[in-house]
């Protein structure tokens, strides 16, 4: 098959999961933002981030690791076994601390600085349903994650085409009975939809029994993925967190609702971006490649992602107010005078998040981790330092200078990496 077809297919099929995936989240944050007004939408956007935080520490972010570690074994029955039983064994253990810890959370918290306007009770309840939805959600980013790594496509598709349906009919559901509260509907969302994904995986050959019954537990690799993984989920939203803070502080909570929409519109994207990119490229890389190998493969891929979220970003930019009424409400409009910086920088994200996958894929952890912790901090102090000056333009300006300047170290670095062969 040649290359050009070959991505074609691969982009089509990533392309056509992506879509589902994009509407689902669509649906979710229309429903939101038509029952909720911008002041909670911003609460509903905090809760989120610590959910984030939840399932980086439980999972230990190892997605890109399932995906690459299963890819790079597959052709090894007895290795792979290993590799999956060292993974669900740190896993587990990293699971049970992180219940742990949010137990106590739940309860010693200043749970009504986190999440203003929510009784506590009701922020507690949330917390306590969201441990089952973070489990749940792990189980279907592993089950998902080990299906793209055997490249079995249809099964990676059909978990995420049916775990987004499910989770649109289960947050509309919840929000038209009036039967949870919001936060503990998102919360939720992923329970029912785990043993679907388990389902599918066990045909593939990923069953658990199976794996706890081999004798070989390999760690070692996972390492470099979860220090790789687990900083960047923890930072980032700890990072957007006080972001929305600040602006809350300094612009108060509608302000900040606002904002929200302006990083959802981003979310969305990168969601689709990452998405296609994590299965066209990350098992593809691999350190034995020679140099000239990887450049042939990488360059043409790295023109075209960056050609197509040109593409993208021009139709939103054309249409963005359109775009907010039927992602949002009415109530969100002024969010469309703040998008084209906004979308200045997630043309820059999507090279950048394609340069990292090259880091990821060759376990290059400090070289990922020093660039990511530095665009964080750049982040949070573009926003807190340039508010003083360009006030409310300031989070979208840090946020499109982020990610130039993302783009620009990764690709040295990605540059000067040693390969296999000149």
Not at 314 to 325: D, E, T
Not at 369 to 390: D, K, Q, S, Y
Request: proline fraction near 4%; glycine fraction near 6%; hydrophobic fraction near 60%.
């Amino acid at each position: 098959m040649s290359t050009d077809l070959k991505f074609s297919k691969l982009f089509a099929g990533s392309g056509a999961v992506t879509l589902f995936n994009a509407l689902r989240a669509f649906a979710i944050n229309k429903l939101l933002a038509v029952f909720l007004p911008p002041a909670m939408f911003a609460c509903v956007g905090q809760f989120l981030n610590l959910m984030s935080i939840g399932q980086a520490t439980s999972s230990l972010a190892l997605q890109n690791g399932w995906t690459a570690l299963t890819a790079q074994n597959k052709n090894s029955t007895d290795k792979l076994l290993g590799v999956w039983r060292g993974g669900l064994r740190l896993t587990t253990f990293a699971s049970l601390f992180t219940f742990i810890v949010a137990l106590l959370f739940c309860f010693m918290a200043p749970l009504q600085t986190l999440l203003p306007g929510v009784p506590t009770r009701l922020a507690q309840a949330a917390i306590l349903f969201a441990l089952p939805g973070i489990f749940a959600t792990n189980v279907i980013t592993i089950a998902a994650a080990v299906m793209n790594g055997l490249g079995e496509n249809r099964k990676w598709a059909l978990i995420n085409i049916v775990t987004s349906m499910w989770q649109v009919v289960w947050v509309a559901f919840f929000l038209y009975t009036r039967q949870l509260s919001v936060l503990s509907i998102i919360a939720t969302q992923s329970v029912v939809a785990a043993f679907f994904a388990i389902q599918i995986a066990r045909r593939a050959g990923f069953s658990v029994k199976r794996i706890w019954k081999t004798a070989l537990d390999t760690r070692g690799p996972w390492m470099s993925y979860a220090l790789m993984g687990i900083i960047p989920m923890v930072a980032s939203p700890v990072v957007l967190t006080f972001m929305r803070t600040t602006i809350a502080n300094h612009f108060g909570c509608d302000a900040a609702g606002i904002w929200q929409s302006v990083w959802k519109v981003s979310d969305f994207l990168f969601m689709a971006m990452s998405a296609i990119l994590t299965v066209i490229l990350l098992p593809r890389v691999s350190p034995q490649m020679s140099r000239s190998d990887f450049f042939k493969m990488f360059h043409p891929l790295l023109l075209r992602i960056m050609g197509i979220a040109l593409v993208m970003i021009a139709v939103l930019y054309l249409g963005r107010s359109i775009l907010v009424q039927v992602l949002f409400s009415q109530a969100y409009m002024g969010a469309v005078d703040y998008l084209p910086i906004q979308l200045v920088g997630d043309f820059f994200r999507a090279g950048g998040f394609a340069l990292a996958l090259v880091l990821i894929a060759r376990r290059e952890t400090v070289a990922f981790l020093a660039t990511e912790i530095g665009a964080e901090i750049l982040l949070a102090v573009g926003t807190f330092v340039g508010i003083r000056f360009v006030e409310f333009n300031a989070p979208m300006l840090a946020y499109a200078f982020e990610n130039l300047a993302y783009f620009i170290v990764l690709y040295v670095l990605v540059w000067r990496l040693k390969w296999n062969t000149p």
